[in-house]
């Protein structure tokens, strides 16, 4: 009725790719995906916000699909039009270089992410304040990335910080500050503090019971880690 060419047509055809991502049907999401940023690109043109926003979103769906390297490359176009069309210090170049990094990271290239996640991290510190909680986020991802390069004693260091940073900002029994005290926990045990590691997941064990809903996946899956780590 409307034509391919018309707004709400486009439109229509980037909810369904993002639909089918969320329905991890990923190739079809892709070839979608596809068809609306070359229509974005000559509707609209190559550097206009809306078609920045739906590279992205395919950029995002080439990493669901592990099709790592058509990922980075498109988001790194993508971050080059943001900061010549936006500025450096945009909130969306930053969460379009964050993505960058967990391209590279998912695709197993850690020097990559490590570089793109310490800038990310640099940038959010200096334009949203170190407790913006994207900062704090920005801080987590880093860590993990050191854990997952062998690094603990920079990974310990940006876990203990993250953590501390969720408290601050969302108190000791928020989700989130649950998740990653968890996560220290697990990092303490791995490195040898045994008993650090311990007290930390029995102290997130007893704040997931009292603060979620019974059955909450995070407090299963502390009570089993807890469970493994006392058979040992």
Known sequence: MLGPDHPSTGAARYNLGRSLVAAEQFGDAVTILDGVVGDYVRTRGPDQPETLAVQDELAAAYTAAKQFDKAIRLYRSTLAERERAQGPQHPDVMSTRQKLGDAYRAGGDLKNALKVYKRVLAERERVLGPDHLDTI???????????????????????EQTREGYVRVLGPDHPDTLSRSARLGHAYYAVGRAGDGLTLLRDTQARCERALPPGDPLTEAVRESLAKLNER
């Open 137 to 159: 986020a920005a801080r987590g991802s880093l860590g993990a990335t050191y854990h997952s390069a062998g690094r603990m004693a920079d990974a310990l260091k940006l876990y």
